[in-house]
């Protein structure tokens, strides 16, 4: 982001959203009219129109599903065709590259620095998908000897985070190994013996045996999955953009892919805004991390790992994420202290994502300098944490709309927190902690729905369990100083 707005320009009442969640008696009432006001957002984000000063821009590409690598793509008539071009060009800070709405791209984009990415034309977000191909219609589906399973017969060296049939109306399980000390393996699920593929019982349940012969297995009880499914989307390990200082990222539709949509280490003055993130995460990132008998899954919708500075995300419709909606992260030890300064997460409708917002700055056991400054959520409608697709990961007590991990010392300063609906969640409302009292964040006017009886979350620099029953609002006041938040109960 060039000229990132003030934090005091954000902090005003989200006023329709909040009256239509006004707390009365009747919890399914506000539900019903939060899920006609989310919608709403959802219809207005995917709609938004591209608003760029073009004569701002040195160059402009234009990209489309028409095009020729052959042509300069200096305009909609000589637009370029493929990502692998797009991505070989010596493009410059000030150049900006337009995707053709309506069209779809497979593969990653790698940003340049200081390039805006965007649409031009009429119709839909212009599509890239980190699927490599629909499976339903590319390659053929063997019955193997076992009942009801079939092979995908192309080779995947890349592990698949899961299979997302007819663009999200059903989704599959994926079978991963319980290593037991005495050398056999059990489904990370049901913990019943697991060895191979032909081990597959339950419907849409499938084995990625990505190290061996690299095909996917997948038990369809309904026969052959290209006859059932009109489209099978793979969630291939990898992200579909890698991030670079100065982007922006605008109006585009990212989906499918098993790590994360767009990823970067560190980075400043990065912006994502207008986009639709959907379906993302769920590869293997190790086969045994923390000590685990089981391998380790990730991948988030917007990741920064490492410090940044003025770091944007906002009007985005994010949702089935396995791990993160976005976050800004870093964990480990670095040789100079790491900042991670002027971060807003704005006016996003996040859904059925496990964590809708993530951060956590340095372990107690790693350098304890790093800083967090500048920290704006707001005007977001967050909804059903732990809810989506990533249900299936197996540590279930994680689920949050916030999430610290009070493991971290997250050192902050001027970190707000307003005007948002957190809408349920499957654990915590919110899990958020820090190291010191002074570093936790400030919260104004949110809408708090969650079960009666159920976790609000663990807050404070003690991380202590707080439950969401009739004490709640007096702890969120003596805890985050939240003096004007909506409490609702939905009753069992």
Not at 2 to 13: G, Q
Not at 22 to 45: C, G, Y
Not at 94 to 109: H, K, N, T, Y
Not at 463 to 476: F, H, N, P, Q, R
Request: hydrophobic share 35%; aromatic share 10%; glycine share 8%.
């Amino acid at each position: 982001m060039k000229n990132i707005l003030s934090l005091s320009f954000w902090l005003v009442a989200f006023t329709t959203l909040l009256s239509a969640c006004a707390p009365t008696d009747n919890a399914q009432r506000i539900i019903s009219d939060l899920d006609r006001e989310a919608e709403a957002r959802k219809q207005e984000i995917l709609s938004t129109p591209t608003i760029l000063d073009q004569e701002k821009f040195n160059n402009i590409y234009y990209i489309s599903a028409e095009g020729n690598d052959l042509n300069d793509g200096l305009s909609p008539e000589t637009a370029i065709l493929s990502l692998e071009h797009l991505n070989s060009l010596d493009l410059q800070p000030g150049d900006g590259v337009m995707f053709r709405r309506g069209d779809l791209w497979r593969g990653q984009l790698k940003a340049r620095r200081g390039v805006t990415y965007s649409a031009y034309g009429e119709g839909d977000k212009p599509r890239i998908y980190g699927s490599p191909y629909d499976a339903a219609k590319v390659g053929k589906w063997v019955e193997t000897e076992t009942k009801n399973v079939y092979m995908y017969d192309g080779e995947l060296p890349n592990d698949i985070g899961t299979l997302v049939f007819n663009h999200g109306q059903q989704h599959a399980f994926k079978v991963m190994m319980i290593h037991e000390e005495d050398g056999s393996t059990l489904h990370i699920e049901t913990r019943e013996p697991f060895a191979s593929y032909r081990d597959l019982k339950r419907d849409l349940e499938f084995y990625h045996d990505y190290r061996g012969d690299k095909h996917v297995y997948l038990c369809s009880t309904e026969g052959n999955p290209a006859e059932r499914f009109s489209s099978i989307e793979l969630l291939t390990k990898g992200h579909i953009v890698l991030a670079a200082s100065g982007a922006t990222f605008d109006n585009l539709c990212l989906k499918y892919c098993g790590s994360h949509g767009i990823g970067s280490g560190t980075t400043k003055d990065l912006t994502v805004t207008n986009c639709e993130l959907g379906w993302i995460g769920g590869s293997i990132q190790s086969e045994s991390a923390f000590g685990r008998n089981h391998p380790t899954r990730y991948g988030n919708a917007v990741e920064i790992y490492g410090g940044c500075e003025n770091f944007m995300v906002s009007n985005c419709y994010i949702y089935q994420i396995y791990d993160a909606a976005v976050t800004h992260q870093h964990q480990g030890d670095v040789s100079t202290p790491l900042m991670m300064r002027n971060v807003i997460y704005s006016n996003n409708l996040i859904e059925d994502c496990v964590y809708s917002v993530e951060y956590f700055l340095g372990r107690e056991d790693t350098i304890q300098s790093h800083q967090m400054e500048e920290i704006l959520i707001a005007n977001n409608i967050m909804r059903r944490a732990g809810y989506g697709w990533g249900k299936q990961r197996p540590d279930k007590e994680t689920p949050a709309h916030i999430k610290s991990w009070s493991h971290h010392t997250n050192n902050a300063t001027n970190f707000v927190v307003a005007n948002n609906i957190f809408d349920r969640s499957t654990r915590d409302l919110l899990n958020i902690a820090a190291a010191k009292s002074e570093s936790m964040p400030t919260l104004q006017n949110n809408t708090y729905i969650q079960h009666r009886g159920a976790s609000a979350g663990s807050w404070g620099s003690e991380g202590k369990i707080y439950i969401y029953d009739d004490t709640v609002a007096k702890s969120l006041e003596e805890v985050f100083g939240e003096k004007s938040g909506k409490i609702v109960f939905v009753e069992e």
